[in-house]
């Protein structure tokens, strides 16, 4: 079915980001009781259960609890990450301490709405947010609309593939120029790279918005955790939904322009609220680990070592260096260029009775203090072989699995 909004501008022209929320009134913050949070949340927890397309649709709100500050917040807010980026910038205030987003743990709601996803309680996640923690978090990028882009992801604009790295991916100045200055991992397409934020007055990725779209009209049910509603077109989802009677329930401190006409407004911290449905559903949230995922490819002339995502094993930059030691073949290399390759001296041809023992050393991005782990494989044929690493943040371990 057609998107009923694919005849809506995919770009409005809006006013400077300060002039539109610049109000105090408008920045002030609300908290329900625990009487009327409780009565509230059992009520969504209800609407959930009847729903046959819930979609949530997430805001810089969701990830103020990782130490990220928002945009709009005021100076009296309750956050522990203090007044919004914007706000300090109109009021000529200090910016806030620097929390490294590629070193952000996704909060219990981040993990939160993944767990929902895998009961199938939570269909589709649209997302205003550029810093990543959704993907982080485990959630299938095909069950998630990025619509402001991804500080990890760069594409290529000759070839259209899309790269993600665990670093940050934007380097250009100029406001409108997303050029990174690197080239399609692929040797045989080699187009220029460019990071995927989106901008204001900028056009939002065709992709993610019509999955957005489609997605909304699919959905009764919409949470809004965390977003001010003031930035379209991304906001014309919730918008519409209430437009055409669906329900819409804006999760948020303050209010938004949708407030007097969504179907229930919730004051409450979004994480409170997150454990409180987990609880009624007797769900657990998961625990953060790092998910790492790796392609050892054995050819007769070469070895390829090669970075995926954990869902979709598509190419995924996380390795800062890597060390292939080939004992049987008295052959030490320390790489440092993807893709990761080392050419054979000679032909080489493992079999069950000749294995080829190969020692890989990684060296990661550090961003989480990943220490070096080395993996010993065993090749006795060719081909590739996939490796899933899992890093605990809180015990500094990595476990190994070959799939």
């Known amino acids: 079915m057609a998107a009923r909004y694919s005849t809506r501008p995919k770009r409005r022209p809006k006013p400077h980001p300060y002039n539109n929320f610049s109000s105090e009134f408008e920045k002030k913050e609300y908290f329900d009781t625990e009487e009327v949070l409780t009565e509230k949340t059992d009520q969504l927890v209800q609407w959930i259960r009847e729903s046959h397309h819930c979609i949530v649709f997430t805001g810089a709100g969701i990830s103020t609890s990782t130490g990220i500050p928002d945009f709009r917040s005021g ?3 309750v956050l522990p ?29 981040h993990m939160a709405l993944l767990q929902l996803q895998r009961e199938g309680l939570i269909k589709f996640i649209v997302s205003q947010n550029t810093d990543g923690l959704h993907r982080r978090s485990g959630v299938d990028p095909t069950t998630l609309a990025e619509l402001h882009g991804n500080t990890n992801m760069e594409k290529c604009l000759k070839c259209g593939v899309k790269y993600m790295r665990d670093s940050w991916t934007r380097t250009a100045r100029a406001v409108h120029d997303h050029l990174t200055g690197r080239r399609c991992d692929n040797p045989k397409c080699g187009g220029p790279l460019v990071d995927s934020i989106i901008n204001f007055n900028e056009d939002l990725p065709e992709e993610e918005l019509q999955k957005g779209f489609e997605n909304a009209e699919l959905a009764d049910l919409c949470i809004v955790l965390g977003s001010s509603l003031r930035v379209y077109p991304a906001a014309d989802i919730p918008d519409g939904m209430i437009r055409r009677g669906a329900r819409v329930v ?3 401190l303050q209010t938004t322009p949708l407030n007097k006409c969504c179907t229930m407004e919730i004051h409450a911290r979004i994480d409170t609220l997150m454990e409180g449905i987990m609880k009624r559903f007797g769900l657990e949230i998961p625990q953060f680990q790092l998910k790492r995922c790796l392609a050892i ?19 995924y930059s996380f390795m800062k260096s890597v060390k ?23 032909h ?8 080829l023992t190969v020692d890989v050393t990684l060296a990661f991005q550090g961003h989480y203090g990943e220490p070096e782990i080395t993996i010993k494989h065993v090749v006795s044929k060719l081909g590739s072989t996939i490796f899933m690493l899992k890093f605990d943040v809180a015990t500094g371990e990595w476990e190994i699995e070959k799939q």
């Open 75 to 77: 100076v009296h807010t």
């Open 81 to 109: 990450t203090g007044p919004g980026v914007w706000v300090r910038k109109e009021k000529r205030m200090q910016p806030p301490p620097q929390q490294k987003i590629l070193g952000a743990v996704p909060s219990h709601s």
């Open 250 to 252: 804006i999760v948020n």
């Open 348 to 355: 080489v041809s493992p079999s069950e009775g000749n294995a």
């Open 324 to 346: 292939v030691d080939l004992p049987s073949l008295r052959s030490e290399h320390d790489l440092t260029k993807e893709p990761f390759y080392v050419k054979f001296p000679r």
């Open 297 to 315: 490819e054995v050819t007769s002339e070469s070895l390829t070592i090669q970075g995926l995502d954990p869902v979709t094993k598509t190419p």
